[in-house]
């Protein structure tokens, strides 16, 4: 077969350049095909098809085909890798903060891989740059930025988006670290409940994980105030520049909401005292709270849309701290969280669009780029190739929903999540331990017939006396956990996850929790009500470890 043969069937395999309604429909077809063979795998269970343990030893030894398959051969091979893939919108799928994506947001993942935009260059992108800048302007305006002033641009994930923040705070304090490297005088802060990634940036950045400063957080889980201000105090009576302060607007596990309104108080006080020739640059890592910023206008005291008053109370609770984000510098958002986009979907925000000519390229630099055009985002972003997917899947969002949308689907699995909390308190032997925190994530506890759950937490928290009890009753919620996983599996149950370290003991022991993370908008009552039964009947199976 010659080689001409062969293209012709490589240019099948490709959506045609010129309208040809003959291969488009077998295009549409071929889509529509991998489309009925993922429902084929769809059944009650809370995942496609039946759960497979992936044998990575026989993947390591995969090889390369020696000639062409057909698309129907291809798509066939790809459904297979869904086996076993939990389902996350399904209503008994409560593990971590992973939600479905709209039908929208998939067609504009889609539309946005159909033609492969690269959001570098308003060349290669044309008008999904204008949704790029829209979803920005959109962003800005519902968090309280200026969107004349503000600009930002969708990176490659939660992380990219506190880089980016931590490494424009860099800038600020050691001008010309881009070019001379970063200096050993700098350091960064954040909360222990923070999240993980500070220590990556803070490594990769040059700036050294040895200079990440961990302030310890509340029974809130938010950051401690005081001790906050005594390490900022102390880094700079010696000297150390303040790369950035790393504010937490909802934390993995706990959705804990760090004060940014006196963090940045804080900050501007200590300038003035220490009369800092730079300002400490603050990012607020909002990548799941960001979302709350719909209820910032909301009527509260007349609350139209009827939630129910646990509910109301814990909206207006993360508003009160969600509403400041407008005060710091730059902030984190993720659409693939709390905004029902697929992944990635991540978006800086930075505050004063001026905060980007710290990073940017010179054209010289970039001799084949830049000729045409006035949309030049990739001067100043870290990624050369950025694609159209997130801009497009957060716009089709934001076109969707609306304010009053985002608010319906937020104020819903709050609604769920505060119903699940009262169920658990319900109960004598299970205990919440972030009763007082306001997202959609429950962290609880459940412990053997005979312990009384009304004391033991503090007991256990406080007291090192308690630290073989501590340790005895994690156990047993791994016990508890294993039992209802395995029981999901089967079909019986929820499927909930496991945090290993909720947070420590003032003795510095890790708190095992169980957690129900609802992001789901087909999570109902007796969804919630079979999470509870389900650890209760694990109580009856698991031995009594007091």
């Known amino acids: 077969m010659t080689y001409r043969n062969i293209l012709e069937k490589i240019r099948l395999a490709f959506p045609q350049p010129v309208s040809d309604t003959i291969h488009d429909s077998y295009f549409i077809h071929s889509i529509m095909r991998a489309l009925d063979r993922v429902d084929d795998l769809k059944t009650h269970l809370p995942m496609l098809g ?38 996350f919108g399904h209503p008994r799928t409560q593990q ?34 204008l949704a790029e800048v829209e979803a920005v302007a959109m962003t800005a ?13 969708f990176t490659f994930g939660g992380t990219a988006t506190t880089l980016y923040g931590v490494k424009l705070g860099l800038e600020k ?6 070019q001379t490297g970063a200096p050993e005088d700098a350091v960064v802060l954040v909360s222990d409940a923070g999240h993980y990634c500070a220590a990556n940036i803070a490594g990769w950045l040059g700036i050294g994980t040895n200079n990440l400063i961990t302030i310890p957080t509340t029974d809130e889980n938010e950051i401690d105030l005081t001790q906050l201000e005594r390490e900022v105090r102390g880094a700079l009576e010696n000297g150390k520049k303040i790369a950035a302060i790393i504010a937490t607007l909802g934390t993995t596990d706990a959705f804990g909401l760090d004060d940014l ?10 300038v003035e005292e220490f009369g800092l020739d730079y300002q400490p640059h603050i990012h607020a890592d909002a990548v799941i709270g960001w979302a709350w910023s719909v209820f910032n206008d909301y009527d509260f005291e007349n609350n139209p849309l ?53 990073v940017i390229r010179h054209p010289e630099q970039m001799p084949y780029l830049y000729q045409f055009g006035e949309h030049r985002p990739g001067m100043y972003t870290l990624e050369t190739s950025r694609a159209g997917t997130g801009p497009l899947a957060a716009l089709a969002n934001f076109r969707l929903f609306g304010e009053e949308g985002l608010r319906v689907i937020l104020g819903h699995i709050v609604e769920m999540t505060q ?20 997202g959609t994530v429950t962290l609880f506890r459940a412990y053997p017939i005979g312990i009384d759950t009304f004391s033991i937490k503090r007991h256990e928290f406080e ?9 005895k009753h994690n156990d047993y919620n791994r016990e508890i956990s294993e039992y209802v996983h395995s029981e999901a599996m089967e079909g019986r149950g929820v499927v909930i996850s496991i945090t290993d370290c909720y947070r420590r003991t003032q003795y510095g022991e890790p708190i095992v929790a169980l957690k129900s993370f609802i992001l789901s908008p087909f999570v109902d009552e007796t969804d919630v009500e079979m999470v509870v039964s389900k650890v209760l009947e694990a109580r009856g199976k698991v031995s009594g470890i007091c």
Request: aromatic fraction near 8%.
């Open 141 to 153: 305006q519902l968090i309280g930025y200026d969107p004349e002033q503000a600009s930002g641009v």
């Open 173 to 178: 304090a050691c001008p010309g670290t881009i």
């Open 96 to 129: 971590n903060v992973i939600p479905p994506p709209t039908i929208p947001s998939l067609i504009g993942v889609l539309l946005a891989s159909l033609y492969n935009p690269n959001m570098a260059w308003d060349e290669y992108s044309r008008l999904v740059a």
């Open 261 to 270: 309104e006196r963090i940045v108080a804080l900050r501007d006080r200590l």
């Open 419 to 438: 119903l699940l909390r009262e169920h658990l308190e319900g109960h004598e032997g299970t205990t919440v331990l972030n009763r007082e925190n306001f």
């Open 463 to 471: 007291d090192a006396a308690y630290h073989d009890s501590l340790l």
């Open 306 to 358: 009827g939630f129910r008053p646990r509910t109301i109370r814990a909206l207006a609770g993360a508003c009160r701290r969600i509403r400041h984000l407008s005060l710091a510098d730059s902030v984190g958002i993720d659409f693939h969280k709390t905004g029902f986009a697929p992944y990635i979907s991540s978006l800086v925000l930075v505050k004063d669009q001026a905060d980007l000519e710290l």
């Open 50 to 87: 039946d759960f497979v343990e992936g044998d990575f030893e026989q993947a390591r030894r995969a090889t390369l085909p020696d000639s062409m398959a057909s698309v129907e051969e291809v798509t066939a091979d790809l459904v297979s890798y869904l086996r076993g893939m939990t389902i």
